[in-house]
């Protein structure tokens, strides 16, 4: 079932990803009656996901019923960057204390902020390979919801310099790669550090002062 507003279209369920919290909207394709209407975003308007069609498709009409499909390769390969970035928090935190004060993806490329105003000598190599040796340690990414008194209970939950929850909240989903890093989030991830893939550390920047911006590439 769908509505078709100038914001996009809107189903009434949707696997599609709105995009939130650093990781990109899904892409993928609506099918009805024989055709098909690209989908190059999402993005979420108070409860409603408007799903945003590629210029000049055909749309459906009001109350049409729609099958949708998410391009795979897309969504899996943000799945693997933002468990990349998961990773990567985690053992900047665990080595440096470093917290994280900005990050961007996109698929298979990222880069997150952190920080940190000294690095020791072999910085990036050393990230490098204790980012690979979390990879090879094929550490569960488990996912689940917590009330919130009971998740800010867990130490660091928030890796972010800020509190980016929005107040009043009463639940917190949880990202928790077991025994690294727990930390809340609302994105898509793997299921295990190993499905990453890898992680490339392919440049350490200085960000202003204080702080280092790393820049990452996951394999194909
Ligand atoms: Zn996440």
Redesign the pocket.
């Known amino acids: 079932m769908v509505d078709v507003t100038d914001d996009g279209i809107v189903l009434d369920r949707s696997a599609f990803y709105p995009g939130g919290?650093?990781?990109p909207p899904d892409h993928g394709v609506l099918l009805w009656g024989g055709v098909q209407t690209r989908i190059v975003g999402a993005r979420k308007t108070g409860d409603d996901l408007h799903l945003i069609p590629a210029d000049g498709d055909p749309m459906p009409a009001a109350g049409a019923a729609v099958r949708g499909a998410l391009d795979d390769e897309r969504r899996t390969a943000l799945m693997r960057t933002?468990?990349g970035?998961?990773l990567l928090a985690g053992v900047v935190f665990r080595d440096y204390g470093a917290l994280v004060t900005g990050g961007n993806m996109e698929p298979l490329e990222a880069r997150m902020d952190f920080n940190l105003p000294e690095v020791p000598e072999g910085f990036k190599e050393t990230v490098a390979a204790a980012c690979a040796a979390e990879v090879a340690a094929d550490r569960r990414i488990d996912v689940k919801v917590l009330p919130y008194d009971e998740a800010f209970a867990i130490p660091d939950i928030i890796r972010t310099a800020t509190n980016l929850l929005p107040p009043g909240l009463k639940e917190v989903r949880i990202?928790d790669i077991v025994g690294l890093d727990a930390?809340a989030?609302?994105?898509?991830?793997v299921a295990s550090t190993r499905q990453i893939g890898g992680i490339e550390v392919v440049k350490v920047e200085i960000k202003g002062k204080g702080f280092r911006r790393l820049r990452i590439r996951l394999p194909q």
Request: glycine share 28%; aromatic share 0%; net charge negative.
């Open positions: 919290g650093g990781q933002h468990s970035l998961h990202v930390q989030d609302g994105g898509t991830h």
